[in-house]
Each structure stands twice: as C-alpha cells, then as structure tokens.
C-alpha cells in the first residue's frame, strides 16, 4: 500500500522514504509534483509503478488532464539528467525508475 503522507521539499527530503536519495533534483525548485513522482518512483526502483498508482499518490486523488502524468514524467527526465537515475515508459503499464549507469554498461 502507498504512503500519501511523503512530506518532500525542494532538496528532496522525504522523511517517508529512506535512505536519503544522492540527487538533487537541478532546477526543480517548488515543483512538489515531481518530487512526489521521484519519491513513489524511487521507492519503487526497477519495479512497475501504474498510471493509476503514480496519478493517485502525486495528485491525491485530485482531477487531473489526461496528458499530466506524461508531461510530470517528461520535466522529471529532464531534472535527472547527469544523475545515475533514468525514468522509462512502459507502454500501457506505466514507468520505472532504473539506474541509468547499468545499461550504459551492457
């Protein structure tokens, strides 16, 4: 079951998910979206995180458009570019957390 109560800031401190990650998301601000998906992500590492599950621990079950998630995950890629951490699709199952380094190496 999914922890709704991730009180993340803009330095990614995530009391609710240890250990304390080695990112900082650059230029990520105030963006409390895209640290909530790194942090559901992050727990979730090399595991599957649904549509569905991403949608209702990001936004807490609030309405949101059919085209956020995919955007959240766009400008989420972009804050992990030059870390070890990548954010694949998975066509209609939806994204994973992968260390980026590992297939660069095969």
């Known amino acids: 079951m999914l ?13 609710y ?5 080695d990112v900082k998301l650059v230029g ?4 409390f979206y895209s640290i ?5 992500l ?7 995180c649904s549509s ?8 807490e079950r609030k309405h949101v458009g059919f085209n956020s ?7 989420l890629r972009r804050y992990l570019m030059g870390t070890k951490y990548g954010v694949i699709s998975i066509r209609l199952k939806g994204y994973m ?5 590992e297939g660069e190496d095969a």
């Open 3 to 15: 922890n709704n109560k991730c009180k993340a800031e803009h330095c990614l401190v995530c009391e």
């Open 17 to 21: 998910y240890k250990p304390i990650v």
């Open 28 to 31: 990520v601000g105030r963006d």
């Open 36 to 40: 909530r998906a790194f942090c559901i």
């Open 42 to 48: 992050f727990k979730n590492k090399n595991n599957i």
């Open 52 to 59: 569905n599950e991403l949608e209702s621990f990001i936004w």
């Open 69 to 75: 998630l995919p955007v959240l995950m766009f400008k």
């Open 97 to 101: 957390l992968i260390d980026a380094q």
